[in-house]
């Protein structure tokens, strides 16, 4: 996809379906690079993932961050983020369709998210990063992530 710009804006859980069509992306890339818990994408749905994020807004802060690309009238990217009563700060979710990676929009959602968490002066900041993707490290560590501990769960 040749880039033009890319419009951003910042909304809330009431415009959750908006990310559907690229939560369902996501999903799917996580179906296809778990190693051990495949069965858990597999049988995730959106409806499972938005009820989650309900709770996690109802509980605290939610916002999400889109990359709208006007050319073709869609969304290319998102960046869910919330900010609990515990003053901690997290990366939801995060995801640019493949076409238009590498073009700074997953850049542009990360500092967007981050600069709402820090404004409200976190104690901490966290991103959950599924197993298979761990290719993933290095764009989080130019933000400022490191991994610090690494959860083994039984099957």
């Known amino acids: 996809m040749t880039q033009s710009p890319i419009d951003y804006r910042s909304t809330d859980i009431t415009e959750i379906d ?3 069509p690229l939560w369902d992306q996501l999903n799917t890339y996580h179906t296809v690079n778990a190693r051990a818990f495949r069965d858990v994408y597999t049988n995730w749905t959106f409806s499972d993932r938005k009820d989650n994020f309900k709770k996690v807004a109802a509980a605290g802060h939610l916002r999400i961050d889109l990359a709208f690309y006007p050319v073709s009238g869609r969304y290319v990217g998102y960046c869910v983020s919330s900010f609990s009563q515990e003053r901690g700060g997290e990366i939801e979710s995060i995801f640019v369709e493949e076409s238009c990676r590498l073009q700074g929009i997953g850049t542009a959602l990360l500092t967007r998210a ?3 968490i820090d404004l409200n002066n976190p104690v901490r900041v966290r991103v959950s990063v599924a197993d298979g993707n761990e ?4 764009f989080y560590q130019r933000f400022g992530f490191h991994p610090r501990m690494t959860v083994l769960e039984r099957i």
């Open 18 to 20: 908006l990310i559907r």
């Open 114 to 116: 981050l600069a709402w």
């Open 135 to 138: 290719d993933s490290f290095a």
